[in-house]
């Protein structure tokens, strides 16, 4: 990680409708996906991977939102698959016979689901606004590789005319 | 800013990890209690059903024969008269099906089909299927699936069409392994305390296994397949106390099932003839 610090960031007066949009969309964008790949979570993976790679070379508050929604579809994406997984196993070998882990699990995947809906569409309307919003551990990480300065945009900007070594 | 990151994502780990922990051990929906059920309404609601299966279940061929009912006699009072204490008066019934089978109907109606007393090669093993049957009511298994699968209303409803969908569902119905479990812990005790080796359990088994392999059994003893193994192992590790002592059954068990058999041909022919 680079200790080079940090591009300023806008406020909402800075950023176009056109960006607002953008970065609005990374969010509900994911809510269709999700619903038409529902049996096998998969489908919305890829489709924000595809809005991932069309946006994130737009500017840096778009490529925050679009790589928050992103990270934070993977862990989501995991849980749901899982719980596909598993439940197909107990149907298949165990005969419905499901432990009490199976039934917390359920219950966990389908409060992850909501609490990662409801934080979704907060983002969205700030997004729209906007504003920033992070999410825990997403927002922090979308931050740093939206706004951090990497070395080579440190290196290009270096002033040419250096004051003498004195 | 990485320590920062790095915390997030132990807290947001730790969130999960509790999330799930929590639901795992806290029973989200309130179960309805089945012990609210008393014995006598359970009890009710059995004679119900059993009535409504003698009256409109054209499977249902009891079997009348003396000696197969002097040899029942002998072994539900033996497991009856072991029983601490019991919810229930226990019926026991043979039919007529070749099945190797035994289901319960809440109240204490035990169903024992012939094919099972044909399997067995003693009288123990039939009392440990009965032990373990009786194990069921007496931990309320039979109830508390019902209700979690229809549903309290729809079980004392009291309408009569829907007795037999209740009644399918008792018959049809599969505990899990933990239900299994208790069952076989209540017979291994209730054998002990009647003077019949628990370990017959693991014998019984062992048969059904060889005799079904891997496949689903019908009864209800080995429906949950893939754990037989551990409960063969619960069965021979028994410690029975030291006082016991085992007391065979004073029954000619090839004469019994050989007079079933007799019986049952003449059953069938009588059948045809009036066909």
């Known amino acids: ?166 | 800013m990485r320590q920062s990151i790095f915390r997030d994502l132990v807290i947001l780990l730790a969130i999960f990890a509790a999330g799930w922990l929590g639901f795992t051990y806290i029973s989200i929906l309130p179960e309805e209690n089945v012990f609210e059920i008393s014995p006598e309404k359970e009890q009710e609601l059995g004679e119900k059903m059993v009535e409504n299966i003698i009256n409109n279940d054209p499977t249902y061929n009891p079997i009348l024969n003396k000696t197969l009912d002097s040899a029942m006699n002998l072994i539900q009072n033996r497991l009856f008269d072991a029983q601490d204490t019991a919810l229930f008066t226990y019926h026991i019934r043979v039919i007529n099906n070749s099945a190797i089978n035994a289901y319960t109907l809440p109240g204490g109606y035990i169903f024992v089909f012939t094919g099972l007393i044909e399997f067995t090669d003693t009288p123990e093993e039939l009392a440990a299927v009965i032990a373990h049957e009786i194990g069921h009511v007496e931990e309320r298994h039979l109830m508390m699936k019902m209700m979690k699968e229809l549903g309290m209303a729809v079980v004392f409803s009291g309408d009569l069409s829907i007795l037999n969908e209740v009644g399918r569902t008792a018959i049809s119905t599969m505990f899990d392994r933990k239900n299994e479990e208790e069952a076989d812990d209540y017979a291994l005790n209730l054998l002990q305390n009647a003077n019949i080796d628990p370990r017959i359990i693991a014998t019984f088994f062992r048969k059904l296994k060889e005799k079904y392999g891997r496949s689903e059994s019908m009864l209800d003893l080995l429906s949950t397949h893939p754990h037989s193994n551990s409960r063969i192992k619960t069965a021979l590790e028994y410690k029975v106390g030291a006082d016991f002592e085992s007391v065979p059954f004073d029954l000619d068990w090839d004469n019994v099932k050989n007079n079933l058999r007799n019986d049952k041909d003449a059953f069938e022919m009588e059948l045809d003839s009036i066909q």
């Open chain 1, 1 to 166: 990680m680079s200790d080079l610090g940090y591009h300023p960031m806008p406020q909402p007066d800075d950023i176009p409708i056109r960006e607002r949009e953008d970065a609005m969309g990374a969010y509900l964008m994911m809510f269709a996906a999700l619903a038409a790949g529902l049996p096998l979570p998969i489908i919305n993976l890829v489709a924000s991977l595809i809005y991932y790679f069309v946006n994130k070379n737009k500017s840096r508050f778009v490529k925050f939102h679009v790589v928050q929604s992103l990270y934070s579809q993977f862990p989501t994406t995991l849980l749901n698959a899982g719980l596909v997984f598993w439940t197909i196993r107990i149907f298949a070998l165990q005969h419905w016979e499901y432990t009490d882990y199976y039934k917390g699990y359920v219950a966990m995947v389908i409060v992850a689901n909501l609490i990662y809906f409801v934080f979704s569409i907060v983002a969205s309307v700030k997004a729209r606004k906007g504003q920033f919003y992070y999410f825990l551990f997403f927002g922090k990480l979308a931050y740093h590789v939206a706004y951090a300065i990497k070395e080579e945009e440190a290196e290009g900007n270096e002033p040419l005319n250096q004051p003498p070594s004195l």
